[in-house]
């Protein structure tokens, strides 16, 4: 199964008590300020999407920017180096799931190429973490409020594995597998994120699982010519320029 690990667009439910006349869209639906009514936009959450997007619109516009966890910010472009060449070096991508600094890498995703503090000198309102929503007002943890016309959901996405049938693959909507390795025999998932390591969700870093898998399938049908293949062929990861 490789069917990719962000299927679904997620949006808060509060989007729901917004009044019909709010144009409402997730980042999954944006291209660009054109395409958006005019007027003041608030744009709820800060992680990669959010920033950008934000960043974009108040070159145009009044924009607000709602952020529910301060992640970590790091620079695109290191000492002339791009920031993947120094993950990779570092073997920070190769860091696996139930490492140390792996399970902390999976609480707090990294902002790339992005700061706030160029975000407030481009004109960025920042908010709190947003707790309701009725109308045409938005409300934030610290008490404050907004009325807009245009809310962005960049609320992220989510696996929705709901269609696998099969029993023991699925443990409260998440793949029970070790590596991409089911208990179902001869099933096995590609794509997850942290199914191994930060990288197994990024096209660049893949390959390491995908060789892992290939190995796991070869043993699985008895089949050496994969094996054989995968020895001659060992392909070393390329780092590319990626804002995740
Ligand atoms: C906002 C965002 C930004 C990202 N930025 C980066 C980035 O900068 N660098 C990077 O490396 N990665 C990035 N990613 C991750 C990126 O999505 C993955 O690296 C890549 O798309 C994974 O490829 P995939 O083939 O595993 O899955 P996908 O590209 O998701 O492909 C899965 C395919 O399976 C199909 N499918 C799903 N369910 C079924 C079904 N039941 N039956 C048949 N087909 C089905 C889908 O239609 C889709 O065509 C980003 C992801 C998001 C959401």
Request: proline content about 5%; hydrophobic content about 45%; cysteine-free.
């Given at each position: ?6 299927q679904?667009a997620?949006?808060p439910?509060a989007?729901?008590?917004l009044d019909?006349s ?9 291209h660009?300020?054109q395409?958006?009514?005019e ?5 709820v ?11 974009e ?14 992640l970590?910010m790091?620079?695109?472009r290191?000492?002339?180096k ?10 920070l991508?190769?860091k696996?799931v ?12 990294l ?10 000198r481009?004109g ?13 007002t938005?409300?934030?943890a610290d008490g404050?409020?907004i ?6 959901w960049?609320?992220g996405f ?19 597998h ?7 025999s ?9 199914q191994?390591t930060?990288g ?8 390491d699982?995908a ?9 699985f ?7 054989d ?6 392909v070393?990861?390329?780092p590319f320029?990626s804002s995740?």
């Open positions: 199964m490789a069917t990719g690990p962000f679904v997620f949006i439910p989007a729901r008590s019909g709010v144009t409402q869209l997730h980042t999954a639906a944006y660009n300020p395409a958006l009514p007027g003041p936009v608030l744009v959450g800060g992680a990669n999407s959010g920033l950008q997007i934000a960043r619109l108040a070159t145009t516009r009044e924009v607000d920017l709602s952020v529910g966890t301060k970590p790091v620079p695109q290191l000492l002339g791009d920031l993947f060449w120094w993950l990779t070096r570092l073997g991508l190769a696996t139930d490492s140390r600094i792996g399970r902390r890498a999976q609480a707090r995703d902002v790339v190429g992005t700061s706030r503090r160029k975000l407030r481009a960025v309102r920042f908010r709190p973490r947003l707790v309701e929503a009725s109308g045409r938005l409300k934030f404050s409020s009325d807009v016309g245009v809310v962005i960049a609320t989510r696996s929705d594995f709901s269609w696998v049938k099969l029993p023991g693959v699925l443990n409260d909507g998440h793949v029970i070790w590596r991409g390795v089911t208990g179902v001869g099933l096995y998932f590609l794509g997850l994120s942290w191994h930060r197994s969700a990024l096209l660049g870093f893949v390959n699982d060789e892992y898998l290939a190995e796991r399938i070869a043993t049908l008895g089949d050496d010519t994969v094996r293949e995968l020895a001659d062929s060992k070393p990861a390329q320029e995740l």
